[in-house]
């Protein structure tokens, strides 16, 4: 449709005359068409309708949709760019359902005085069914124009579906007894009864109990029924905590309103921490509209300025968790700011040498490869203009950043310009640690429960994410 078009001035229109314009319902024109115009019935939004009963079992597009199929139609090919609706009648014998291609059809059926045409349209869609036909009216351009049409600005629909299906597999597994340290703000309290209410954990609640129950009445919570650990402070909520793990009582922990260092100080402490054989590093999950998979980014909360002893834990922890959410063979990317070995970078020279490693089996699980700078690690395109030839490049799975400030300001940009959603996990500990920042949202907090779940099935089982729908199926 698009490029250099011209439209057909009124002398130049014969009776007779047709032209058409096909298009396929997606879910994504459903939702785009309720905001435009703020029709929000259910029967028109993909994944609501079936959840109405009734018979109801798919989406169907409104009918003011598919009569701009023919404002489409007159507006760019028949009289074209410059024309102008006076009226249109439509009759529907059929509605049109998601994935179905609809064709529209204007045929020029009269000519009349002050440049006024009318046309017969009709509109069918998969198998030739007749969806709609009716008459319209409009004033035709004229004079003829050459115009060059530009492409409209692309439209993402904010949909989060990784996290989605992340949360349905967690909840075939059994709850896990999660202390939740210190939830002593609504936030933190409310994300950690609405991961209960999903089946995902059932909450200890350690902290002051004085600044839980404040949480409680913010939010208007009922915390009957749940075990609340009384403690000094927030240095003796992660102590009880983390004792907690010991004594076999709680399976997680996740953080609630206090400093990660704190919260972590626990976790590390050499006598009576829960230390695991490797170092404890962050891992970001991100959900990315518009893209298929999960993407995930670390180190962007523990390690500030890692070695590359420390990297070699990082990538494997990242590709444990990449394996317990269901990615098999996670594609590893070692970001920095360029993808060639430049001696003077030292994050060029880590991710060569994490590469190699991989490559000798010293880092497993997965396919490692860097450097690579962002653009050619995610986009297929940037990847071979430049020539990469990797089975990583323009498909990472995993983004290990030179730094802690770059996967922070990396994973916050994404969340707060690109609007992606995030949940965060430690991994390197005996057991997965639930660490969000005190500025999450509830979702984030729910998210990073399925998450831990997985991997703590993962860690025991040995059962990812894919094994689990698998057998769900």
């Known amino acids: 449709m698009w490029g250099l078009r011209h439209n057909r001035t009124f002398d130049e229109i014969a009776i007779g005359d047709t032209a058409d314009v096909s298009r396929t319902l997606t879910a994504n024109d459903l939702v785009v068409f309720a905001h435009a115009s703020g029709n929000l019935n259910p029967i ?71 440049r006024i045409v009318r046309l017969a349209t ?46 349905a597999r967690a909840r075939a597994l059994p709850a896990l007894a999660t202390a939740v340290v210190c939830p002593g ?46 403690a000094d402070d927030d240095r003796d909520a992660a102590r009880r905590a983390v004792a907690m793990v010991h004594e076999g009582k709680v399976a997680t922990l ?36 518009g893209r298929a998979a999960p993407l995930l980014i670390t180190d962007a909360a523990i390690n500030i300025a890692p070695t590359l002893e420390a990297k070699v834990d990082i990538v494997q922890n990242a590709i444990d968790l990449a394996r317990a959410i269901g990615i098999e063979t996670p594609l590893v990317g070692i970001l920095a700011a360029i993808e060639t070995v430049n001696p003077a970078m030292q994050s060029t020279l880590d991710a060569a040498v994490l590469s190699k490693m991989a490559e000798r089996g010293q880092i497993r699980g997965g396919i490692v490869d860097g450097p690579l700078a962002m653009d050619n690690a995610v986009d297929l395109d940037a990847a071979k203009g430049k020539g990469i ?20 300001m990396l994973a916050k940009e994404l969340a707060f310009v690109g609007h992606a959603e995030t949940a965060g996990i430690v991994m390197g500990a005996r057991v997965p640690l639930i660490l969000n920042s005190r500025a999450d949202n509830e979702r984030s907090r729910v998210a990073s429960a399925a998450i831990a779940m997985l991997v703590e099935n993962w860690q025991r089982n040995g059962v990812g994410m894919s094994q689990l729908a698998a057998a769900a199926e």
């Open 44 to 114: 028109h939004i993909a994944g609501v309708a079936s959840s109405m009963g009734g018979g109801q079992d798919e989406a169907v597009a409104p009918s003011a949709w598919v009569s701009a199929l023919i404002s489409c139609a007159l507006g760019m090919e028949l009289p074209g760019p410059g024309t102008l609706y006076l009226s249109q009648s439509l009759t529907f014998h059929e509605r049109v359902h998601l994935g179905d291609v609809v064709t529209v059809k204007v045929r020029v059926i009269a000519k009349d005085e002050g």
């Open 122 to 167: 009709s509109v069918t869609c998969s198998g030739g069914k007749l969806v709609a036909d009716g008459e319209a009216s409009v004033i035709a351009p004229a004079e003829r124009r050459f115009m060059s049409v530009a492409k409209l600005p692309d439209i993402v629909v904010e949909r989060h579906v990784q996290f989605d299906r992340l949360l």
């Open 254 to 289: 996740m953080k609630g309103h206090l400093h990660s260092d704190v919260f972590l100080s626990a976790v590390v402490r050499k006598d009576g921490g829960l230390r695991g054989s490797r170092r404890l590093t962050h891992v970001f999950v991100i959900d990315l509209p």
């Open 185 to 230: 703000d609504g936030k933190s309290l409310k994300g950690a009864l609405l991961a209960a209410e999903a089946g995902l954990i059932v909450p200890v609640l350690v902290g002051p109990r004085a600044a839980t129950m404040a949480a409680a009445r913010e939010i208007d919570a009922d915390l009957d029924g749940i075990e609340i650990i009384d």
């Open 389 to 408: 030839r990797s089975l990583v490049a323009g498909r990472s799975d995993v983004l290990v950043v030179p730094n802690l400030e770059a996967g922070n």
